[in-house]
Antibody, heavy 117, light 110 residues
């Protein structure tokens, strides 16, 4: 299984950050998995953003819940992240991951998103 | 929700053993599995321990994990330290559908 993030590397303040994670080597609808987004601010630690479970249930980090949407497109075998009303504080490397029972087994390579005008 | 607290940094010499702690602020450490991830500079993290003490295939048995209910903490122990072990290490657990990461520990092998 391979995960690959894609999306704009530069987003303006107040706009919506949109990223997609393409899943290859396996079906996104096959298996009991969590499909999740995690970010890492420059030089800082890991921050969980949220996940979508294979059942369709969703959970978000309470600190980001009001601005986050995670969705899955099974026809394209990918899942997506939208983060609205971004500020410079949302500048980070964004990782998509797959997890089984809360244990991450595959990570994307990460993509840097910079919020700047 | 709870927090996972790790030391900011640890250092040890090659060949020695180091232990990194991860303390849960509320709720029992034994209630939900703890995972440990290694992140080398410029790379995505990889799993070195899952479900408290399990090693993924390919991770050397120099890496071990444990939990201690008396201190409500988890530990990652690396024995026979090698310079290649120098990295950031993160613990992670979950509760009520929320995932939590520790702040990370920078391991220096010198």
């Amino acid at each position: 299984v391979q995960l690959q993030e894609s999306g704009p590397g530069l987003v303006k303040p107040s706009q919506t950050l949109s990223l997609t994670c393409a899943v290859s080597g396996g079906s996104i609808s096959g298996g009991v998995y969590y499909w999740s987004w995690i970010r890492q601010h420059p030089g800082k630690g890991l921050e969980w953003i949220g996940y979508i479970y294979y059942t369709g249930s969703i959970s978000y980090n309470p600190s980001l819940r009001s601005r986050v949407t995670i969705s899955v497109d099974t026809s394209k075998n990918h899942f997506s992240l939208k983060l609205s009303s971004v500020t410079a504080a949302d500048t980070a490397v964004y990782y998509c991951v797959r997890a089984a029972a809360g244990v991450i087994d595959y990570w994307g390579q990460g993509t840097l998103v910079t919020v700047s005008s | 929700n709870f927090l996972l607290t790790q030391p900011h940094s640890v250092s040890e010499s090659p060949g020695k053993t180091v232990t990194i702690s991860c303390t849960r602020s509320s709720g029992s450490i034994a209630s939900n599995y703890v995972q440990w991830y290694q992140q080398r500079p410029g790379s995505a993290p990889t799993t070195v321990i899952y479900e408290d003490n399990q090693r993924p295939s390919g991770v050397p048995d120099r890496f071990s994990g444990s939990i201690d209910s008396s201190s409500n903490s988890a530990s990652l122990t690396i024995s026979g330290l090698k310079t290649e072990d120098e990295a950031d290490y993160y613990c992670q657990s979950y509760d009520s559908s929320i995932w939590v990461f520790g702040g990370g520990t920078k391991l220096t092998v010198l």
